[in-house]
């Protein structure tokens, strides 16, 4: 089992930064492939960017290429989310996610069997 809690979230102006957090517990937790999705009133679930295990292969989604930086300290337990140049189409619930069964970067939403509660961001014009 995996446990995860994201942080970090908040309102954050036009072109500003934040930086989002998943807290995982379990022991398995350092060989899971990791990811981010994001959710916005209306609209379905979509990929943000996913990470290995091992941390060295990531992968994003095309919008969010170049300004987003997904990466993961196994050894506290925690997958980061580095959003910057934020616009307010990235306004939406951010939710972390974990694969029990794959270790390399997964873009799926059926790839993942474990998912945090979300943290809302929202970017203001």
């Known amino acids: 089992q995996v446990q995860l809690v994201e942080s970090g979230g908040g309102l954050v102006q036009a072109g500003g930064s934040l930086r989002l957090s998943c807290a995982a517990s379990?022991?398995?937790?350092?060989?899971?492939?990791m990811g981010w999705f994001r959710q916005a009133p209306g609209k379905e679930r979509e990929f943000v960017a996913t990470?290995?295990?091992?941390?060295?292969?990531?992968s994003y989604a095309d919008s969010m290429k170049g300004r987003f930086t997904i990466s993961r300290d196994n050894g506290k337990n925690t997958v980061y989310l580095q959003m910057n140049s934020l616009i307010p189409e990235d306004t939406a619930v951010y939710l972390c996610?974990?694969?029990?069964?794959?270790?390399?970067?997964?873009?799926?939403?059926?790839?993942?069997?474990?998912w945090g509660q979300g943290t809302q961001v929202t970017v203001s014009s």
């Open positions: 996610a974990a694969s029990s069964k794959i270790s390399r970067t997964a873009v799926s939403t059926h790839e993942y069997d474990y």
């Open positions: 379990g022991r398995s937790f350092s060989r899971n492939s």
């Open positions: 990470i290995s295990w091992t941390g060295v292969t990531t």
